[in-house]
Protein backbone atom coordinates (compact mmCIF):
# COMPACT_ATOMS: atom_id res chain seq x y z
CA UNK A 1 0.00 0.00 0.00
CA UNK A 2 1.49 3.66 -0.84
CA UNK A 3 2.03 6.05 2.08
CA UNK A 4 -0.54 8.41 0.72
CA UNK A 5 -3.08 5.96 0.65
CA UNK A 6 -2.22 4.78 4.09
CA UNK A 7 -2.57 8.24 5.44
CA UNK A 8 -5.70 8.38 3.61
CA UNK A 9 -7.51 5.38 5.43
CA UNK A 10 -6.03 7.39 8.98
CA UNK A 11 -7.57 10.46 8.30
CA UNK A 12 -10.94 8.38 7.18
CA UNK A 13 -10.48 6.47 10.63
CA UNK A 14 -10.04 9.81 12.26
CA UNK A 15 -13.41 10.73 11.37
CA UNK A 16 -15.32 7.75 12.40
CA UNK A 17 -13.70 8.72 15.43
CA UNK A 18 -14.75 12.59 15.95
CA UNK A 19 -18.11 11.65 14.89
CA UNK A 20 -18.09 9.14 17.56
CA UNK A 21 -17.69 11.50 21.10
CA UNK A 22 -20.85 12.50 19.96
CA UNK A 23 -22.58 9.09 20.57
CA UNK A 24 -20.04 8.25 23.80
CA UNK A 25 -21.30 11.34 25.41
CA UNK A 26 -24.90 11.38 24.82
CA UNK A 27 -25.14 7.12 25.48
CA UNK A 28 -24.14 8.15 29.03
CA UNK A 29 -27.55 9.57 29.86
CA UNK A 30 -29.01 6.00 29.92
CA UNK A 31 -25.68 3.73 30.43
CA UNK A 32 -22.43 4.07 32.95
CA UNK A 33 -19.21 4.41 30.87
CA UNK A 34 -17.95 0.64 31.44
CA UNK A 35 -21.03 -0.42 30.24
CA UNK A 36 -20.86 1.53 26.62
CA UNK A 37 -17.35 -0.28 26.48
CA UNK A 38 -18.42 -3.41 27.17
CA UNK A 39 -20.48 -3.47 24.44
CA UNK A 40 -19.32 -1.27 21.95
CA UNK A 41 -16.30 -3.70 22.12
CA UNK A 42 -17.72 -6.92 22.11
CA UNK A 43 -19.95 -6.03 19.32
CA UNK A 44 -16.74 -4.74 17.50
CA UNK A 45 -14.82 -7.46 17.99
CA UNK A 46 -17.21 -9.89 16.49
CA UNK A 47 -18.11 -8.13 13.81
CA UNK A 48 -14.56 -8.75 12.53
CA UNK A 49 -13.83 -11.92 14.02
CA UNK A 50 -14.43 -13.99 10.89
CA UNK A 51 -12.12 -11.40 9.10
CA UNK A 52 -9.87 -12.20 11.46
CA UNK A 53 -9.85 -15.82 11.63
CA UNK A 54 -9.45 -15.82 7.56
CA UNK A 55 -6.77 -13.11 7.49
CA UNK A 56 -4.95 -15.99 10.01
CA UNK A 57 -5.28 -19.01 8.11
CA UNK A 58 -4.61 -17.22 4.55
CA UNK A 59 -1.60 -15.30 5.69
CA UNK A 60 -0.29 -18.85 8.22
CA UNK A 61 1.49 -16.60 10.58
CA UNK A 62 2.43 -18.74 13.29
CA UNK A 63 2.00 -16.32 16.68
CA UNK A 64 5.13 -17.22 18.82
CA UNK A 65 5.28 -16.07 22.78
CA UNK A 66 6.53 -12.17 22.12
CA UNK A 67 3.63 -11.72 19.43
CA UNK A 68 1.68 -12.88 21.99
CA UNK A 69 2.95 -10.63 24.86
CA UNK A 70 3.04 -7.22 22.56
CA UNK A 71 -0.92 -8.22 21.74
CA UNK A 72 -2.01 -8.47 25.28
CA UNK A 73 0.27 -5.55 25.84
CA UNK A 74 -1.63 -2.99 23.52
CA UNK A 75 -4.62 -4.78 24.35
CA UNK A 76 -4.70 -3.81 28.23
CA UNK A 77 -3.31 0.03 26.96
CA UNK A 78 -6.51 0.04 24.46
CA UNK A 79 -8.93 -0.64 27.36
CA UNK A 80 -7.25 1.79 29.56
CA UNK A 81 -7.34 4.56 27.20
CA UNK A 82 -10.51 3.36 26.58
CA UNK A 83 -12.13 3.23 29.55
CA UNK A 84 -10.29 6.63 30.86
CA UNK A 85 -11.51 8.41 27.60
CA UNK A 86 -15.26 7.35 28.46
CA UNK A 87 -15.17 7.81 32.15
CA UNK A 88 -13.80 11.71 31.50
CA UNK A 89 -16.68 12.57 29.23
CA UNK A 90 -19.56 12.23 32.08
CA UNK A 91 -18.42 15.45 32.96
CA UNK A 92 -16.58 17.15 29.98
CA UNK A 93 -18.00 18.23 26.57
CA UNK A 94 -17.40 16.38 23.22
CA UNK A 95 -15.62 18.84 22.14
CA UNK A 96 -12.99 19.21 24.46
CA UNK A 97 -13.16 15.01 24.89
CA UNK A 98 -11.92 15.19 21.15
CA UNK A 99 -9.03 18.16 21.53
CA UNK A 100 -7.63 16.70 24.57
CA UNK A 101 -7.60 13.24 23.31
CA UNK A 102 -5.14 14.20 20.39
CA UNK A 103 -2.40 15.35 23.59
CA UNK A 104 -1.06 11.55 22.69
CA UNK A 105 0.61 13.60 19.26
CA UNK A 106 3.31 14.97 22.24
CA UNK A 107 3.65 10.93 23.97
CA UNK A 108 4.16 9.29 20.63
CA UNK A 109 7.37 10.54 19.70
CA UNK A 110 8.83 10.44 23.32
CA UNK A 111 7.80 7.35 24.09
CA UNK A 112 8.98 5.68 20.94
CA UNK A 113 11.89 6.64 21.39
CA UNK A 114 12.18 6.08 24.94
CA UNK A 115 10.52 1.94 24.29
CA UNK A 116 11.71 1.94 20.46
CA UNK A 117 14.83 4.01 20.01
CA UNK A 118 13.13 5.15 17.09
CA UNK A 119 14.10 8.27 15.75
CA UNK A 120 11.19 10.53 13.91
CA UNK A 121 12.01 12.50 11.21
CA UNK A 122 13.13 16.09 12.54
CA UNK A 123 9.95 17.76 10.86
CA UNK A 124 8.00 15.93 13.80
CA UNK A 125 9.13 18.39 16.14
CA UNK A 126 7.97 21.27 14.02
CA UNK A 127 4.40 19.22 13.72
CA UNK A 128 4.01 18.11 17.64
CA UNK A 129 4.41 21.74 19.04
CA UNK A 130 1.70 23.07 16.22
CA UNK A 131 -0.74 20.53 17.15
CA UNK A 132 -0.34 20.99 20.50
CA UNK A 133 -1.39 25.06 20.24
CA UNK A 134 -3.48 23.98 18.03
CA UNK A 135 -5.30 21.92 20.52
CA UNK A 136 -4.94 24.41 23.42
CA UNK A 137 -6.21 26.98 21.43
CA UNK A 138 -9.02 24.72 19.69
CA UNK A 139 -10.32 24.24 24.05
CA UNK A 140 -10.04 28.30 24.05
CA UNK A 141 -6.38 28.87 25.07
CA UNK A 142 -6.59 28.56 28.71
CA UNK A 143 -6.91 25.84 31.45
CA UNK A 144 -8.86 27.44 33.98
CA UNK A 145 -12.02 25.75 32.80
CA UNK A 146 -10.75 22.40 32.96
CA UNK A 147 -12.78 20.36 35.25
CA UNK A 148 -11.94 16.54 36.33
CA UNK A 149 -13.42 14.94 33.09
CA UNK A 150 -10.56 16.71 31.25
CA UNK A 151 -7.96 15.79 33.08
CA UNK A 152 -9.23 12.32 33.07
CA UNK A 153 -8.72 12.52 29.32
CA UNK A 154 -5.77 14.06 29.48
CA UNK A 155 -4.24 11.25 31.17
CA UNK A 156 -5.94 8.50 28.57
CA UNK A 157 -4.15 10.16 26.05
CA UNK A 158 -1.03 8.64 27.12
CA UNK A 159 -2.41 5.17 26.77
CA UNK A 160 -3.56 6.48 23.78
CA UNK A 161 0.18 7.41 22.73
CA UNK A 162 1.11 3.89 23.88
CA UNK A 163 -1.71 2.40 21.63
CA UNK A 164 -0.62 3.88 18.62
CA UNK A 165 2.91 2.97 18.89
CA UNK A 166 2.64 -0.70 20.07
CA UNK A 167 -0.22 -1.24 17.15
CA UNK A 168 2.54 -0.06 14.54
CA UNK A 169 4.82 -1.78 16.03
CA UNK A 170 2.30 -5.10 16.53
CA UNK A 171 0.48 -5.28 13.31
CA UNK A 172 4.04 -4.68 11.40
CA UNK A 173 5.71 -7.61 13.32
CA UNK A 174 2.63 -9.91 12.67
CA UNK A 175 1.28 -8.75 9.06
CA UNK A 176 -2.11 -9.38 10.77
CA UNK A 177 -3.56 -5.99 11.65
CA UNK A 178 -7.47 -7.10 11.73
CA UNK A 179 -6.53 -10.21 13.76
CA UNK A 180 -4.83 -8.23 16.19
CA UNK A 181 -7.64 -5.49 15.86
CA UNK A 182 -10.26 -8.24 16.76
CA UNK A 183 -8.38 -9.40 19.76
CA UNK A 184 -7.48 -5.95 21.26
CA UNK A 185 -11.28 -5.43 21.21
CA UNK A 186 -12.58 -8.77 22.48
CA UNK A 187 -10.29 -8.25 25.26
CA UNK A 188 -11.45 -4.42 25.86
CA UNK A 189 -14.86 -5.46 25.88
CA UNK A 190 -14.82 -8.86 28.57
CA UNK A 191 -12.71 -6.48 30.41
CA UNK A 192 -15.10 -3.33 30.96
CA UNK A 193 -17.87 -5.66 31.07
CA UNK A 194 -16.63 -8.11 33.97
CA UNK A 195 -15.85 -4.48 35.88
CA UNK A 196 -19.37 -3.01 35.07
CA UNK A 197 -21.37 -5.87 36.61
CA UNK A 198 -20.56 -5.33 39.92
CA UNK A 199 -19.69 -1.34 39.81
CA UNK A 200 -22.78 0.01 37.39
CA UNK A 201 -25.60 -3.18 37.38
CA UNK A 202 -26.33 -2.24 33.71
CA UNK A 203 -29.82 -3.09 32.87
CA UNK A 204 -31.27 -4.45 29.23
CA UNK A 205 -33.22 -1.29 29.48
CA UNK A 206 -30.79 0.89 29.69
CA UNK A 207 -28.46 -0.45 26.69
CA UNK A 208 -31.17 -0.57 24.58
CA UNK A 209 -31.76 3.00 25.05
CA UNK A 210 -28.70 3.66 23.43
CA UNK A 211 -28.52 1.32 20.73
CA UNK A 212 -28.00 4.16 18.27
CA UNK A 213 -25.09 5.30 19.78
CA UNK A 214 -23.83 1.76 20.55
CA UNK A 215 -24.12 1.01 16.68
CA UNK A 216 -22.23 3.80 15.90
CA UNK A 217 -19.63 3.21 18.35
CA UNK A 218 -19.79 -0.69 17.84
CA UNK A 219 -19.63 -0.60 13.69
CA UNK A 220 -17.73 2.62 12.42
CA UNK A 221 -15.62 3.38 15.21
CA UNK A 222 -14.90 0.43 16.62
CA UNK A 223 -14.69 -2.29 13.48
CA UNK A 224 -14.23 0.34 10.90
CA UNK A 225 -12.00 3.00 12.26
CA UNK A 226 -9.08 0.68 14.39
CA UNK A 227 -9.00 -1.47 11.62
CA UNK A 228 -8.12 1.31 9.35
CA UNK A 229 -5.77 2.83 11.73
CA UNK A 230 -4.18 -1.01 12.01
CA UNK A 231 -4.04 -1.59 7.75
CA UNK A 232 -2.44 2.31 7.90
CA UNK A 233 -0.06 2.11 10.39
CA UNK A 234 2.19 -0.36 8.40
CA UNK A 235 2.78 1.83 5.92
CA UNK A 236 3.32 5.13 7.97
CA UNK A 237 5.88 6.16 10.86
CA UNK A 238 3.75 5.87 14.31
CA UNK A 239 5.18 9.45 15.25
CA UNK A 240 3.73 10.85 11.58
CA UNK A 241 0.30 8.76 12.07
CA UNK A 242 -0.23 10.43 15.40
CA UNK A 243 -0.32 13.63 13.83
CA UNK A 244 -2.42 12.55 11.23
CA UNK A 245 -4.96 10.74 13.95
CA UNK A 246 -5.22 14.56 15.73
CA UNK A 247 -7.66 15.01 13.36
CA UNK A 248 -10.32 13.37 15.07
CA UNK A 249 -10.56 16.68 17.54
CA UNK A 250 -11.68 18.55 14.56
CA UNK A 251 -14.47 16.37 13.49
CA UNK A 252 -15.27 15.88 17.23
CA UNK A 253 -16.05 19.47 17.04
CA UNK A 254 -17.85 19.41 13.81
CA UNK A 255 -20.06 17.13 14.97
CA UNK A 256 -20.80 18.41 18.41
CA UNK A 257 -21.24 21.44 16.93
CA UNK A 258 -23.97 20.11 14.43
CA UNK A 259 -25.68 17.58 17.24
CA UNK A 260 -25.07 19.31 20.61
CA UNK A 261 -24.98 22.67 19.50
CA UNK A 262 -21.61 23.33 21.19
CA UNK A 263 -19.38 25.89 19.72
CA UNK A 264 -15.81 26.59 19.23
CA UNK A 265 -14.70 30.12 21.26
CA UNK A 266 -13.53 32.71 17.71
CA UNK A 267 -9.60 31.48 18.71
CA UNK A 268 -10.58 27.72 18.31
CA UNK A 269 -10.86 28.23 14.54
CA UNK A 270 -6.85 29.91 14.74
CA UNK A 271 -6.21 26.35 16.07
CA UNK A 272 -7.75 24.05 13.57
CA UNK A 273 -5.79 25.86 11.12
CA UNK A 274 -2.85 24.85 13.20
CA UNK A 275 -3.37 20.98 13.39
CA UNK A 276 -4.14 20.88 10.02
CA UNK A 277 -0.97 22.67 9.22
CA UNK A 278 1.13 20.24 10.88
CA UNK A 279 -0.69 17.52 9.19
CA UNK A 280 0.14 18.94 5.96
CA UNK A 281 3.75 19.07 7.47
CA UNK A 282 4.86 16.17 8.38
CA UNK A 283 2.91 14.35 5.77
CA UNK A 284 4.04 16.40 2.49
CA UNK A 285 7.86 17.24 3.94
CA UNK A 286 9.35 14.11 4.47
CA UNK A 287 8.92 12.74 0.76
CA UNK A 288 9.70 15.97 -0.56
CA UNK A 289 12.97 15.97 1.18
CA UNK A 290 13.61 12.52 0.73
CA UNK A 291 13.02 12.90 -3.36
CA UNK A 292 15.22 15.78 -3.66
CA UNK A 293 18.52 14.01 -1.99
CA UNK A 294 17.57 11.68 -4.71
CA UNK A 295 18.14 14.48 -7.00
CA UNK A 296 21.03 16.35 -6.10
CA UNK A 297 23.60 15.92 -8.27
CA UNK A 298 26.48 14.58 -6.85
CA UNK A 299 30.11 16.74 -7.35
CA UNK A 300 32.53 14.48 -8.77
CA UNK A 301 36.43 14.95 -7.22
Not at 203 to 212: N, Q
Not at 214 to 221: F, G, K, Q, R
Request: a positive charge; aromatic letters at 12%.
Amino acid sequence: MSRPLASLLLLLCTMFWGFAFIAQKTAMDAMGPLTFAGVRFLIGGLLILPLALHELRRKAVKLTSTHWFFIMAMSTVFFLGSWMQQAGLLTTTATNGGFLTGLYVFFVPLLGFILFRTRPHPIVFVGVPLALVGIYFLNGGGLDSFNTGDWIIIASAIFWGLHVLLLGHVAKMTGLPIFVSSVSFLFAGIAASAIALPTEAPTLAGISAGWVEIAYAAVLSTAVGFTLQAIGQQHVPSANAAIILSAESLFAALGAAVVLGERLPPIGYAGAALIFAAILLVEAIPPLWARRKVHVPRTVN
